[in-house]
């Protein structure tokens, strides 16, 4: 399973923005200055294609997802009638560890992925370990009885206050709704970019 391992606060200040929840202090304090030695040197005006590139790799940063898997994504979200734009998001949205981070199980996308990895998830009661797996409308997502009680866990669900209104939780157990509309999905994303960016 293939993921990036790097150091993540260089990603939040390439994007100029937190990625991630722990970035968001240092990235307010030093502002947008991208990283390495020249971070803070004359920035050259960015092209068009640029900025395409670079709200694709934002979307890909956010979710943790590598090129190949990103572009499958893309490439069954241009069959789908409709806005190919909005199902890549909505693509994303419903993704395991994603659904299980929206929950509140999990402080971060990271930490939800690894809750799944380890197979700490049961989706309709059976175990899933698996990251990617699409969670389906009416699907039941809980986390295993051993894990009820671990702290993060507990901590996680004290800090989550407001659930999105396509999920609906009660204690350790959630339920998808409907697949959610376009502004209760990541809102610093521009999906229109990504479009053009693979439709060059």
Known sequence: MARYTG??????RREGIALFAKDAK??????????????????????????????????????????????????????????????????????????????????????ARQFVSHGHIKVDGQKVNIPSYKVGINQTIEIIAKMRDNTQVKKSLEDSSTLPEWLERKATVGKVLRIPNRDEMEQSINEQLIVEYYSR
Request: charged letters at 35%; zero cysteines.
């Open 7 to 12: 150091p993540k606060r260089r990603l939040s």
């Open 26 to 111: 240092s990235i307010d304090k030093k502002g947008a200055i991208p990283p390495g030695q020249h971070g803070l040197g004359r920035r050259r005006r960015i092209s068009e294609y640029g900025t395409q590139l670079r709200e694709k790799q934002k979307a890909k940063r956010i979710f943790g997802i590598l090129e190949k898997q990103f572009k499958r994504y893309f490439e069954k979200a241009s069959k789908v009638k409709g806005a190919t734009g909005l199902a890549l998001l909505q693509s994303l949205e419903t993704r395991l560890d994603n659904v299980v981070y929206k929950l509140g199980f999990a402080q971060s996308r990271n930490a």
